[in-house]
């Protein structure tokens, strides 16, 4: 009797330990984007994050979603992708308020205009939508007609999850170009880089495609490299360059 108890305890205790990591699969990913909407929103300033991250996390997640029409994967999985774009188009919409609100150049950048000299600079969310779901209808397209194709499923799955890894890079060349991790959230890169371990693990105890973890590792070794930033330029720091010299080194980075 005390034996089966034990087994139903650690059956248990199993179950719980599944839901956990579950949870953490799900909205682990969402969880460092918190501290930094916070900030945001109470400063009415987004010089210090770059919203190509969010451009970065879109594409890779719809690549994603489309590379398992393909190859099945976990719907944990799926639903991270998904929860995971809610999230970059919740911080879209933050950051573009934030930039309209305290710019002074009061003429519309839209990407019906097709300039790519503004490219993911628009003025307004809605742009930043259509290009979404533009995005998205083509690679939809083309993912129908080439789905037979284990070349094309192959390298689709390996273009989502290297978007992916290559998250940190847009806010690590912003910081570079700002000589400065002023405005950054430090809290959102360490629940980046633990949730990227985090997830690299999962991913090899799951034997999930290849794809998946070894991108996994550059992802972790790209938020070493930001935390080495944060680190270089709070000792050494920087002459601030000029905001205005260049898009890339625009404060609100849209």
Same mark, same amino acid.
């Given at each position: ?55 970065? !996390?879109?594409? @890779?997640? +719809?690549?994603?979603? $489309? ?6 994967? *976990? =719907? /944990? ?59 998205? !209808?083509?690679? @939809?397209? +083309?993912?129908?007609? $080439? ?6 499923? *192959? =390298? /689709? ?10 998250l940190g ?46 991108c996994g !590792? ?37």
């Amino acid at each position: 009797m005390d034996g089966e108890l034990f087994d139903q305890v650690v059956a248990a205790v199993n179950q719980l330990v599944s839901w956990v990591a579950a949870g953490a699969m799900v909205f682990g990913g969402v969880v460092p984007y918190v501290p930094q909407y916070r900030d945001i929103r109470r400063t009415q300033n987004a010089e210090g994050f770059s919203t190509y991250v969010c451009l970065v !996390l879109l594409v @890779a997640n +719809i690549l994603r979603i $489309l590379f398992r029409f393909g190859r099945y994967f *976990e =719907t /944990l999985l799926l639903w991270q992708s998904i929860i995971m774009i809610a999230t970059m188009l919740i911080m879209l919409n933050l950051c573009t308020n934030v930039r309209m609100a305290t710019e002074l150049n009061t003429k519309r950048r839209a990407f019906l205009d097709f300039d790519w000299n503004y490219f993911w600079l628009w003025s307004h969310f809605v742009d930043y939508m259509q290009c979404v779901l533009a995005f998205t !209808l083509v690679a @939809a397209y +083309i993912t129908y007609v $080439l789905l037979d194709s284990v070349l094309f499923v *192959e =390298t /689709l799955g390996f273009l989502a999850v290297f978007a992916e890894a290559m998250l940190g890079t847009p806010q690590l060349y912003c910081n570079y170009q700002n000589k400065s991790t002023e405005g950054m959230s430090i809290k959102m890169v360490l629940m980046w880089t633990s949730g990227d371990t985090f997830k690299t693990g999962y991913f090899l105890l799951t034997q999930a495609p290849v794809q998946f973890w070894t991108c996994g !590792l550059l992802q972790v070794m790209v938020d070493i490299a930001i935390l080495l930033q944060v680190y270089y330029y709070s000792r050494y720091p920087q002459k601030p360059v000029s905001h205005t010299a260049s898009h890339t080194t625009s404060a609100k980075a849209l």
